[in-house]
């Protein structure tokens, strides 16, 4: 089975390549002016926070940045058995990928499952090296019942629709349902009727592209145009992007969302 983080770094590493040079070096400098000194990048409050470090650091490998391995190794072994369990399990993604810890088992991903959480099987999977295709077949009917996708948040929708893609399915319900939450003027909008936003805009292109072949890719995203326009306006003044253009602040995790983007648009 494919494995979820190598895809999704892989894309985010094809948005930064498009990027000019110079253009480049300005987000990489940005995102190192949010690393506090005991090691971690700053969150929205300006403190060093494991959540965000992990979105830094991923953002700094697409854009083939140097940094501080030691650093950020040393801040996230701190935080490795936070009380805060997204905390917890950043720092210890962030550690295994590093080679300084041990990656994540596919037991993992079996109970989210099995509990019918797909957004926490998607989580499990991106830490898992890797997960054996016939699990995800055998446990992907018990997440989502066909009443309860208008319901769900375009992320729900778009890792559900990545589980059927690594069960080896393609074209499922999830499909349509998530083309309906792209806007007219660009970008993914996270429930039917809101305005459009950064996370949603990348991890809906991100699941689409998993839906289809690759030879067939441009002729399914028509809305390729619109969705590069909406990812420039959430670059932000500081060098970073932002939730939305109408942000006040561009932040790490966005800016790994925008090199997202920018990947699956190439």
């Known amino acids: 089975m494919t494995n979820l983080f190598h ?3 892989a894309a985010a590493a094809r948005g930064a390549e498009g990027l000019a040079a110079g253009a ?5 400098a940005a995102l190192r002016l949010l690393q506090r000194p005991e090691g971690g990048f700053a969150g929205l409050d300006g403190r060093a926070d494991p959540y965000y470090t992990l979105f830094a650091w991923l953002s700094l490998r697409a854009l083939g940045a140097a940094y501080d391995r030691d650093r950020v190794c040393a801040y996230m072994r701190a935080h490795r058995r936070d009380a805060n369990p997204i905390d917890a399990r950043c720092a210890r993604f962030l550690l295994a990928a590093e080679g300084r810890g041990h990656r994540a088992s ?3 991903a079996a109970t989210s499952l099995v509990r019918g959480d797909a957004y926490g099987a998607f989580l499990a999977l991106l830490a898992a090296d890797r997960v054996p295709r016939w699990l995800v077949r055998c446990c992907q009917p018990l997440v989502f019942s066909p009443s309860a996708l208008e319901r769900l948040p375009t992320p729900r929708l778009a890792a ?3 589980l059927e893609c690594l069960a080896g399915r393609r074209g499922t319900s999830i499909t349509p ?3 309906s939450r792209r806007c007219a003027g660009g970008g993914f909008a996270s429930a ?3 305005a459009p936003d950064l996370l949603a805009t990348a991890v809906g292109r991100f699941a689409l592209c998993m839906d ?3 030879a067939k890719t441009p002729s399914r995203d028509g809305g390729r145009d619109d969705d590069l326009a909406f990812v420039e306006a959430c670059w932000l003044d500081d060098g970073l992007f932002g939730a ?4 006040r602040q561009g932040d790490a995790e966005h800016t790994f969302y925008g090199l997202l983007v920018l990947g699956t648009c190439r």
Request: overall charge negative; charged content about 15%; aromatic content about 4%.
């Open 7 to 9: 895809a999704v770094e």
């Open 24 to 28: 480049r070096e300005s987000v990489a």
């Open 106 to 108: 596919w037991p993992a």
């Open 160 to 162: 559900g629709l990545i």
């Open 177 to 179: 349902m998530l083309e």
């Open 192 to 194: 039917s009727g809101a």
């Open 212 to 214: 289809v072949a690759p």
């Open 244 to 247: 939305s253009p109408a942000a």
